[in-house]
Structures are given as C-alpha cells and as structure tokens.
C-alpha cells in the first residue's frame, strides 16, 4: 500500500510545475529586453548635455600618459606626454570619425557634434576628453590641452584669473585657427574655449602669462 501512495503523491507535486495557463508564462522565463539588457547587447545611454558641461566645469585632469615635467627659464612648469605615448593614445582612443570643421568654435561640452552614422552617434565631445598636456605658472595660472578622441577635437581648459586661448596648425605649421576665453580674469572658477578640429592638424594651449598690456601667451607643446 505504501508505494501507490507515495506515487500519488509525487504525481501531485509534479502537476504544478508541468501545467501552466494558457497566455501566462511560467517565473523562469525572461523578457526579450531584459535578456538583451543582460547580455549587453543593449546600446548605452550616452551623457547628457548637463553631464557633459559638469565635467568641464569641475574638472581639472592632470596628464595620466607617461610623461615628464619641465621647468622652463620663466618660471612655468609644463607636463609633457611621452611621445610615444601619444602615438599610442592616436592609435588605440581615436575610435571615431572626426566631426571636421564643423565643430570648429563650438563648445566642446553643449554642443551636440553631429558625427557619421546619424544621430544614435551624436556626441557631446567633452565626454570622453583626456588631457594630454598641462602648464602653470607655478602659481594660479593653469591650462590643460584637452583632447577627444571620439570627435578627434582640441581645446582649452584653465584656471585662475587669467585669460586662455587655443592655436591650430596646419601639418606644415602654418597657422590655421585660434580660439579664446577672457573669463578667466574675473573667475577663479575653470573655464575653457571653444575647440577645434584636430584630425591632420596640431593644436597648443595657451595662458596670457602678461598682467596688464599686450597678451604674452604661455604655450603647452603642440599635440
């Protein structure tokens, strides 16, 4: 007797696991967006505009790239990435196509760079920046030469109480654009410039180092 009995009883735990009603789905299956969310197939969502302008504003990066540090004859102090660290930071961060001339004088962190492949691409540039050189005045007087690698753009970020500015070149160092932020003389928050292409040409960063007069500019090495 104890052997049909112990089957009716196994046959009854095993009738709820098997029978499942019509236009329900048993606990174990998973949504196809959550499965693709978990595989990683999802596209991530990429930084906002506020985003973006935060990090410039309240960044201040140094130069993670090897690099060395030179005491110049006036006094300034310049970090400078080894060179082939640099080549290496072309060859392995630049992942997207430039954005050209058209993000010449735009804002790096609220300008919205129309890039290749159409809007899904869009980028704000500041959002992936690295930065490739800094110089001071050994004092408050600071910039950084931002680099994007994604819009393959470059400008200005510094700090404090002085003007900045960007110089472009041409390959054969002709001089090609330049870009400045007089802000700086009255804030001693970070500012930054405007940017400018960086694909086939080469970009410097610049304080006024003058206190009154005429611009002096202090210039980083040229990426």
């Not at 196994?10 to 789905?25: E, H, K, N, Q, R």
């Not at 998973?30 to 990429?46: F, H, I, M, N, V």
Request: hydrophobic share 30%; glycine share 8%.
């Amino acid at each position: 007797m104890r052997t049909p009995m112990r089957a009716a009883l196994l046959l009854a735990a095993l009738v709820p696991l098997i029978i499942v009603a019509p236009g329900t789905s048993s606990a174990s299956e998973t949504s196809p967006a959550a499965s693709a969310q978990a595989s990683g197939s999802a596209k991530p969502t990429l930084p906002t505009r506020e985003e973006a302008i935060a990090k410039e504003r309240y960044g201040r990066d140094d130069v993670t790239l090897p690099s060395r540090t030179v005491r110049h004859a006036d006094g300034s102090v310049e970090t400078i990435a080894d060179p082939a660290a640099v080549r290496a930071l072309s060859s392995t961060l630049r992942v997207g196509d430039s954005c050209g001339s058209a993000c010449d004088g735009k804002d790096p962190a609220s300008y919205l760079a129309p890039m290749p492949g159409g809007p899904s691409n869009y980028r704000y540039c500041s959002t992936d920046a690295v930065t490739v050189y800094t110089k001071s005045n050994g004092y408050d007087s600071r910039v950084e030469l931002r680099y994007s690698p994604g819009c393959r753009t470059a400008w200005t970020r510094g700090c404090c109480y002085t003007s900045i500015a960007g110089f472009g070149y041409y390959s054969n160092g002709n001089a090609r654009l330049s870009v400045y932020n007089h802000d700086g003389r009255f804030s001693g928050s970070s500012v930054w410039t405007a940017m400018l292409d960086d694909a086939g040409y080469t970009y410097k960063a610049c304080y006024d180092a003058q206190i009154g007069g005429p611009s002096i500019w202090s210039c980083t090495s040229r990426y």
